[in-house]
């Protein structure tokens, strides 16, 4: 491998690499607009020009391919001095309103301008007046004005998706991107190009003037609309009691965007799962416990009275529960119900589409893969139900979706009508509420830690973003507390981190695995991959 010297510091990197991805590599930051690591090398911003030994010009680090012996300097004075003109080059038509722009806080635009211009203009003409808010497609806005060509969104359409939606269009100083006649920015990726966008030209209609993004809390976590499990950020409103509008008093999520994992997603999300956390918020939720006979009643008398109905149907109680629900809860039913002297389990299978040749997958089950590790193979609804259907069940536990509320388990007429009593666990009010002896609410996707399992079998840990709504906690403990009123024997756990060492003991494809080992960025099979 070749070895360079950046700076003074001598580094080794691969045969091929360039020298603003060496730079990187080694913590070395130099700025750039154009380069994006999953997108192909452009080299028209110009910002990320540096000064090589023995090289008669500035030379732009995108694009330079690291060679044996190169000496590069990425602060000298005729670097800092192109950078300068760069800058003052690319605010000649920009607005200077970041104070009202949606990208303020996260604009590379911004941050550049104060780490790398000269803090004053000797453009003193009019700027060029172009297109504010254009339509470009269900989920995107154009602001024309505000781009810089980098053209980072046309490659994502040409390169990732090859729908090819958008395109440049005029020439020199009237150049303005924009959509190609007749032809939407409607692919189901189209939220990316609002990421990768290093200014405030693009920006996303649902999260568009929402909040300010440094009021926002990031938690990273993994999407749970589909058995992909694309890495991401959760962006949750904190708390003020002195803002100026009502959207940014409350701890609802407000947007998601994709972290990059080069072994699951790349760089990349579907806008499906990059808007699932509306559904959260589309059904009723389950806030407190009832019975049938109290719909007032406390935590502990539901519990009580759930426990008592469980152990008076030992040995006929069926499970159906939802493909969305952590490992830990999975566990926590399965142990439950082994107490109880086992019985059928039935998951729910949500397949809807075709999967694609990028990222999307017709299994929207976020954890089907561990569904079958955990309570194998035999886990068909239609088992469930003929169980049912032939009286064998006295008791069914519907354990609810932890996203949707339209994807949660539902029993078929027939198999109800043999079914003594339902006990209905979940973040949702279902839709037959008013036939379940107890309902118990627990943690919807974003409100409590866990693992899921992608459907290549990598594990990754989902994250608490916020608090649960009104009594629901995590699913393992609310089996836990079922298990306690009815005097079951169960593992004293506390936290999830305790429940995924029972994982560990008792899945053999979670062996060896604790929280440090998954990581960030999840574990394969029975191996840690680090944070």
């Known amino acids: 491998m070749p070895k360079l010297t950046i700076d003074g510091r001598e580094i080794e990197v691969e045969a091929g690499r360039t020298v603003l991805q060496a730079a990187l590599s080694a913590g070395n930051e130099i700025p750039h607009y154009c380069y994006h690591p999953g997108l192909s090398i452009a080299g028209n911003c110009r910002m990320c020009l540096v000064e ?13 391919r690291v060679q044996e012996g190169m000496v590069v300097h990425t602060d000298s004075e005729r670097v800092r001095g192109a950078r300068a003109s760069m800058m003052e080059f690319f605010l000649i ?51 024309q004005e505000r781009c810089i060509q980098c053209s980072r969104c046309i490659r994502f359409c040409d390169e990732v998706t090859r729908t090819g939606e958008l395109a440049f269009f005029r020439r020199g100083e009237s150049t303005v991107i924009g959509v190609v006649p007749g032809k939407p920015l409607d692919n189901p990726y189209s939220g990316n190009v609002v990421d990768i966008c290093p200014v405030g030209a693009l920006t996303l209609k649902e999260f568009r003037f929402k909040t300010r993004v440094w009021y926002l809390q990031n938690t990273p976590s993994v999407c749970a609309a589909c058995s992909r499990g694309c890495n991401v950020f959760v962006g949750v409103g904190t708390q003020r009691l002195l803002m100026a509008t009502q959207g940014q008093q409350d701890e609802s999520i407000k947007r998601i965007v994709p972290r990059v994992n080069d072994v699951v997603n790349g760089h990349w999300m579907c806008d499906e799962g990059r808007l699932s956390y509306r559904r959260l918020y589309s059904g009723e939720r389950l806030v407190r416990a009832r019975t049938r006979d109290d719909d007032d009643a406390t935590w502990e008398d539901a519990v009580r009275t759930a426990a008592a109905i469980l152990k ?44 694609d040749d990028l990222l999307i997958r017709a299994d929207k089950g976020a954890n089907s893969q561990g569904a079958s590790w955990i309570f194998g193979d035999a886990t068909a609804e239609a088992d469930l139900f003929a169980a049912a259907r032939a009286g064998r069940l006295a008791t069914l536990v519907i354990v609810g979706d932890a996203l949707n509320p339209e994807d949660g388990p539902s029993v078929e007429a027939a198999a109800r009508e043999r079914i003594a009593s339902v006990i209905h666990v979940g973040p949702f009010v279902p839709g037959d509420a008013a036939s379940a002896a107890v309902l118990l609410p627990s943690a919807a996707w974003s409100e409590e830690d ?37 005097r079951l024997e169960m593992p004293p756990w506390t936290s999830s981190a305790e429940v995924l060492a029972s994982l560990a003991e008792r899945v053999a ?22 944070a």
């Open 450 to 486: 866990g693992t899921i399992v992608n459907f290549e079998g990598r594990i990754q840990r989902v994250r608490r973003c916020h608090l649960p709504r009104g009594e629901g906690r995590p699913g393992w403990r609310v089996a836990r507390d079922v298990a306690e009123a009815a």
């Open 312 to 355: 008076s149907a030992a040995g006929k109680v069926g499970l159906l529960i939802s493909p969305r629900l952590t490992s830990e809860d999975m566990l926590a039913w399965r142990l439950l119900l082994e107490r109880l002297g086992g019985g059928p389990v039935g998951v729910r299978r949500l397949v809807e589409g075709k999967d």
């Open 93 to 143: 038509n920009h607005p200077l309103d970041c104070p009202i722009c949606d990208q303020a806080g996260e604009c590379r635009l911004q941050e550049y301008a104060m780490e790398h211009g000269r803090g004053i203009s000797r453009y003193v003409e009019a700027k060029n007046a172009f297109e504010k808010a254009v339509d470009i497609g269900r989920h995107v806005m154009l602001d």
């Open 509 to 530: 494809e979670y062996e060896g695995l604790d929280l440090e080992s998954i990581g960030l960025l999840g574990a394969e099979t029975g191996v840690g991959l680090g």
């Open 52 to 64: 090589v030994e023995k090289a008669p010009k500035l030379l732009i680090a995108c694009d330079t």
